[in-house]
């Protein structure tokens, strides 16, 4: 493992030992480092169908709708409408659940402490917000109050604009982070438990998606950071299998 990856993992907050015998490379783990089961690869015919359900929007009129949009009641106490931050030929692209406080004010998605770890773990893997090969948005563009859950109604009103931005970055690999961006993007009830662990496929490309820990829970849970590498090697050694 390269210098620099051990430096983002410890900061990550994940022991990372070589064994003598294999120097194969082992980060610490309360469960095994398996590789997800095999999954099948889109069928030609899905990935041809187009979207529907987004707008052909191009880049500055998507980023305008989303910073002017009305489509449901946030607008009314959020400051404004938070697009996504990064690469627009990003491989990866990373969904979280809504603005907070912080990515509400400065108009940026994950720019509070979650976001720092979420950046010390796109790292890891080589990607960064600002260097390239990453996009990151959320499921929901405008911030509910006092951070409650995102109601029906008003991930419906969003979906157009993740549906478009999808449709414009053409990511290979989707990051799923939490269980309410899960939940919403897969329009799965199960527990983000279930969620974890194997591929999922999303839209008329049927992008793959991978679900993990969002980086708050990982910051009153570090336990789990282990975990949350095991997925991060799963989208890094899918990404390479595509590249
Ligand atoms: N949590 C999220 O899910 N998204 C953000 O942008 C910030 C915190």
Not at 93 to 112: C, K, S, T
Not at 121 to 142: E, P, W
Not at 192 to 212: A, N
Request: proline residues 8%.
């Amino acid at each position: 493992m390269d210098k620099r990856r051990l430096e983002y993992l410890q900061r990550m907050g994940i022991d990372v030992w070589v064994p003598r015998e294999t120097g194969a490379e082992a980060a610490v783990a309360s469960q095994p480092a398996a590789e997800a089961p095999a999954t099948a690869a889109p069928s030609p015919a899905a990935s041809a169908e187009r979207d529907e359900a987004a707008p052909d929007w191009d880049w500055p009129a998507l980023e305008a709708a989303i910073r002017a949009c009305t489509a449901c009641r946030l607008h009314e106490s959020r400051t404004q409408g938070v697009v996504g931050v990064g690469d627009h030929a990003a491989r990866l692209m990373v969904i979280g659940e809504a603005p907070g406080a912080e990515e509400d004010r400065r108009g940026e998605p994950f720019v509070g402490r979650a976001g720092q770890l979420l950046d010390e773990m796109l790292r890891a893997i080589g990607l960064s917000r600002r260097d390239g090969g990453v996009y990151i948005t959320n499921i929901l563009k405008s911030r509910p109050p006092d951070n409650r859950d995102p109601l029906a109604d008003e991930v419906a009103a969003c979906e157009p604009y993740l549906r478009r931005q999808l449709q414009l970055i053409q990511p290979q690999v989707i990051l799923a982070v939490g269980r309410v961006a899960a939940q919403n993007l897969l329009k799965k009830e199960q527990p983000l438990g279930k969620l974890r662990g194997r591929w999922h496929f999303y839209g008329p490309d049927e992008t793959p998606v991978w679900v993990t820990y969002h980086p708050a829970y990982l910051l009153r849970s570090p336990g789990d950071k282990a975990k949350a590498w095991q997925d991060l090697k799963q989208v890094r050694n899918r990404l390479a299998s595509v590249s």
